[in-house]
């Protein structure tokens, strides 16, 4: 059995919630976009249950964290979440980012190298085209509506695991709170995304986890390897996860953690293989 136990971090004025469960090396996990630290959900088990402690975040104005007017939703400030955190649990630790904080968890190994050893980047975006006027407003429109986020949420998945719907009701609670869209909508935007350059300095070694079937991207399998190919040789190592969507971690936890647990070992750490 895998408890939780649920505690805050006071970050920059604001207070965030966080689960921690098991013992052992640190994983830091950062959901992504519009998500909660539930994502992690059927990940968690998985490593705790190979000797690994894993906490994870809710980001600023998500889920059970402070929701603000001006939400904190930098790259560069989740980088720094990440951190305090590893220091405030006791690291070293590895940083996990999914979809919009990726480059947070490459970002976090650079400010704090005593603490942050390792990056797990979850269906990175190697690249962002500017958006059309209509995507712009469409993109406005999604997130700004707890309902139109929770569709294009769901939608996302392609093996969705059997209890999606409880998930997205715990996100459309969230985003239901006094500026509770306020984060999202900034995200949306695009220009918390400030942590990109982080890539060409990365000297910690780093996993790109894809799901196979991601809908995000028209070619999956070549934006994983755009991403690991934009760090410097042989940092990155690309792990596809077959019959996936956009959230490997929910869809097939098993397989994720293997990549997790693959990194774990590169950085030096005793584990063993993923649970079958």
């Known amino acids: 059995m895998c408890?939780?136990?649920t505690a805050r971090l006071a970050f920059d004025g604001r207070s965030l919630a966080f689960d921690v469960a098991g013992a052992g090396p640190l994983v830091v996990c950062?959901?992504?976009m519009g998500d909660l630290r539930s994502a992690y959900r059927h990940l968690v088990p998985e490593l705790v249950a190979h000797g690994m402690r894993v906490a994870t975040l809710d980001l600023p104005g998500h889920g059970d964290s402070d929701a603000t007017a001006e939400p904190?939703?930098?790259q560069r400030d989740i980088a720094r979440a990440a951190v305090a955190l590893a220091r405030?649990?006791?690291g070293p630790a590895i940083v996990v980012g999914h979809s919009y904080t990726p480059d947070s968890a490459l970002l976090a190994t650079q400010l704090a190298p005593d603490a942050i050893v390792g990056a797990v980047a979850i269906a990175p975006w190697a690249s962002t085209a500017p958006p059309s006027p209509a995507m712009r407003v469409a993109t406005r429109a999604v997130t700004s509506s707890a309902l139109l986020w929770s569709l294009f949420?769901?939608?996302l998945h392609r093996t969705p695991p059997v209890d999606l719907g409880d998930h997205r009701r715990h996100i459309v609670a969230s985003m239901r709170r006094p500026h509770g869209t306020a984060a999202l909508r900034a995200m949306g935007e695009g220009s918390g995304k400030d942590?990109?350059?982080a890539r060409a300095t990365q000297t910690a070694p780093v996993a790109v986890v894809m799901g196979e079937?991601?809908?995000d991207f028209r070619d999956p399998a070549a934006e994983a390897n755009a991403y690991a190919e934009a760090l410097p040789a042989g940092v990155a190592e690309v792990r596809?996860?077959?019959?996936?969507?956009h959230y490997p971690h929910a869809e097939r936890p098993v397989e994720t953690a293997d990549a997790v647990l693959a990194l774990a070992r590169r950085v030096g750490w005793a584990v063993g293989s993923a649970r079958a």
């Open 88 to 90: 405030h649990l006791g």
């Open 153 to 155: 949420y769901r939608s």
């Open 3 to 5: 408890t939780a136990t």
């Open 30 to 32: 950062l959901p992504g």
């Open 240 to 245: 596809t996860v077959a019959g996936a969507g």
């Open 213 to 215: 079937r991601d809908p």
């Open 72 to 74: 904190l939703v930098g």
């Open 195 to 197: 942590a990109r350059d």
